[in-house]
């Protein structure tokens, strides 16, 4: 196990731990979306953020929730640009970067 990697708290507890305590997150949190397309679909043979299935990802999760949760997304635009100002985004399991290659082929034990 790997506790600073994947705490068992919650998100929060997350961010805390990773900032040394500097950092507290305040958020929203709704239930589960499901997605219509399996991780490997998303992941699309690139771990992390490199994907552009990501964004399509992240943005049928935010579409599942403004319908399901009727979540309004007004009230995360807090400088009134008309766009959320921070998503997170959580995903069952751990993330890809975290055993294998990054987007870059670069081998995490590299990146320590």
Do not use: C
């Not at 990697?5 to 929203?28: C, H, I, M, W």
């Not at 299935?53 to 999760?61: G, I, K, N, S, W």
């Not at 929730?65 to 399991?93: C, E, P, Q, W, Y």
């Amino acid at each position: 196990k790997h506790p600073e990697l994947a705490p068992t708290g919650s998100v929060r507890d997350v961010f805390r731990v990773n900032s040394y305590g500097k950092f507290t997150l305040e958020s929203s949190v709704y239930g589960w979306v499901n997605l219509p397309h399996t991780e490997a679909y998303y992941a699309n043979g690139i771990s992390g953020f490199g994907s552009k299935r990501y964004f399509e990802a992240l943005h049928t999760a935010m579409n599942k929730l403004r319908d399901d949760f009727k979540v309004t997304f007004s009230s995360f635009d807090a400088d009134n640009d008309g766009r959320v100002d921070m998503v997170t985004m959580i995903h069952s399991g751990y993330a890809a970067e975290i055993f294998g290659n990054d987007q870059y082929g670069t081998p995490v034990k590299d990146r320590i």
